[in-house]
């Protein structure tokens, strides 16, 4: 089984600062990486597929990049309602694993 | 317009059975992989299963044996039995549908808690 890890846990910035996640695989998931984002009492929304892809609707802001096992989610200036979990996920072999998340709050 | 609605959640005994359902609109069940994902109380998401449009299935280590996925296309509905349920099973569970390499669309969740 791929074991995803993101860093940091918790991530503390203010409106307007830059955020940088990074999901981390225990082997090479190729380009087989999605990037969400969830809210308290909701589903999680899918921001990046395939690493780089923005899904449908999602802002400029929020970019992905990577491939093999080192991934980033940027999110280059953070609007309030950006202030979330971000979970990555991956697909391999046709099974499926999530990372931990990555709290993003307010300093 | 896309929509996933789930249903069956509740309260069961450990060792107790149950059968989420998930009603799909706007598109075709058949045509799509289909997941269940399920998230314990203050916990991070854990991907359960998936069955891909040729009909393939496949599951995360902790519910493989226990829980089975399946579809109805007359109904345009995902299934998901869960037997022989441990409290550590209690969680919202989610149906999404996926696409490429994301998941778009997930339902608005359905709770099932085990306990005596």
């Known amino acids: 089984e791929i074991v995803l890890t993101q860093s940091p846990a918790t991530l503390s910035l203010s409106p307007g600062e830059r955020a940088t996640l990074s999901c981390r695989a225990s082997q090479s998931v190729s380009s087989y990486l999605a990037w969400y984002q969830q809210k308290p009492g909701q589903a999680p929304r899918l921001l990046i597929y395939d690493a780089s892809n923005r899904a449908t609707g999602i802002p400029a802001r929020f970019s992905g990049s990577g491939s093999g096992t080192d991934f980033t989610l940027t999110i280059s200036s953070l609007e309030p309602e950006d202030f979330a979990v971000y979970y990555c996920?991956?697909?391999?072999?046709?099974?499926?694993?999530f990372g931990p998340g990555t709290k993003v709050d307010i300093k | 317009e896309v929509q996933l609605v789930e249903s069956g959640g509740g309260l069961v005994q450990p060792g107790g059975s149950l059968r989420l359902s998930c009603a799909a609109s706007g598109f075709t069940v058949s045509s799509n992989y289909m997941s269940w994902v399920r998230q314990a109380p203050g916990k991070g998401l854990e991907w359960v299963s998936v069955i891909y449009s040729g009909g393939s299935t496949y599951y995360a280590d902790s519910v493989k044996g226990r829980f089975t996925i399946s579809r109805d296309n007359s109904k345009n509905t995902l299934y998901l039995q869960m037997n022989s349920l441990r409290a550590e099973d209690t969680a919202v569970y989610y149906c999404?549908?996926?696409?490429?390499?994301?998941?778009?669309?997930w339902g608005q969740g359905t709770l099932v808690t085990v306990s005596s």
């Open positions: 996920q991956q697909r391999s072999n046709r099974i499926f694993t």
């Open positions: 999404a549908r996926g696409v490429g390499g994301g998941t778009d669309y």
